[in-house]
Nanobody, 121 residues
Framework: QVQLVESGGGLVQAGGSLRLSCAGS????????MGWFRQALGKEREFVAA????????YYTDSVKGRFTISRDNAKNTLYLQMNSLKPEDTAVYYC??????????????WGQGTQVTVSS
């Protein structure tokens, strides 16, 4: 089992940048595939980005490609999401997620509590 704690959210103007972090509670962090999801007010939670356990393969939803970068530091048990060129439509609660296998379309095994990102126009 792993506990996940996000940080780094906040209020930023359109075109600005934020870096989200997700700290994992266990030394087995490196064995999990990790991902970021987001949920805007009144909408369903959606997949944003994912990275495999070794950090060698990444996936992004089309709307963030070229603007967001997911990375991980297994020595620090930490996942990151660098968000550049932010748009008002990126406003949402961002969740860190971990899974032991399967497809991200099925969700995740563990979730963080979320961090709010607000992009003003």
């Amino acid at each position: 089992q792993v506990q996940l704690v996000e940080s780094g959210g906040g209020l930023v103007q359109a075109g600005g940048s934020l870096r989200l972090s997700c700290a994992g509670s266990t030394r087995t962090f490196s064995s999990y595939d990790m991902g970021w999801f987001r949920q805007a007010l009144g909408k369903e939670r959606e997949f944003v980005a994912a990275i495999n356990w070794r950090g060698t393969t990444t996936y992004y939803t089309d709307s963030v490609k070229g603007r967001f970068t997911i990375s991980r530091d297994n020595a620090k048990n930490t996942l990151y999401l660098q968000m550049n060129s932010l748009k008002p439509e990126d406003t949402a609660v961002y969740y860190c997620a971990a899974r032991t296998g399967g497809s991200w379309s099925s969700g995740a095994d563990y979730w963080g509590q979320g961090t709010q990102v607000t992009v003003s126009s």
